[in-house]
Nanobody, 120 residues
Framework: QVQLVESGGGLVQSGGSLRLSCAASGSIFSIVVMGWYRQAPGKQRELVAR???????NYADSVKGRFTISRDNAKNTVYLQMNSLKPEDTGVYYCNFDVHTNSARYLEVWGQGTLVTVSS
């Protein structure tokens, strides 16, 4: 019913920047929360940042001051601007939406993941 498509990952040198995007499509009434998670090799998936429909944000301590999450409600899209990237930011980044559908269902939806590699 709802699909997420991510884009923007890639290879960047330490200190560089990348911008991730994640767009939702399908039977969407509203998106309550949009978030980004990441999973580094051999580690558990962790929250990077999230933003509510009202614009409230929270970030992992490790990315505060470097990453910025934003959303475009008209486009059902969330962005993650990543600056001053470090090798430890390397991993697969997944978007995650809490969606109310047009059929009054509540869904948690994950994107397919996009790889971010930061070289030292």
């Amino acid at each position: 019913q709802v699909q997420l498509v991510e884009s923007g990952g890639g290879l960047v040198q330490s200190g560089g920047s990348l911008r991730l995007s994640c767009a939702a499509s399908g039977s969407i009434f509203s998106i309550v929360v949009m978030g980004w998670y990441r999973q580094a090799p051999g580690k558990q998936r962790e929250l990077v940042a999230r933003i509510t429909s009202g614009g409230s944000t929270n970030y992992a301590d490790s990315v505060k001051g470097r990453f910025t999450i934003s959303r475009d409600n008209a486009k059902n899209t969330v962005y993650l601007q990543m600056n001053s990237l470090k090798p430890e930011d390397t991993g697969v980044y997944y978007c995650n939406f809490d969606v109310h559908t047009n059929s009054a269902r509540y869904l948690e939806v994950w994107g397919q993941g996009t790889l971010v590699t930061v070289s030292s």
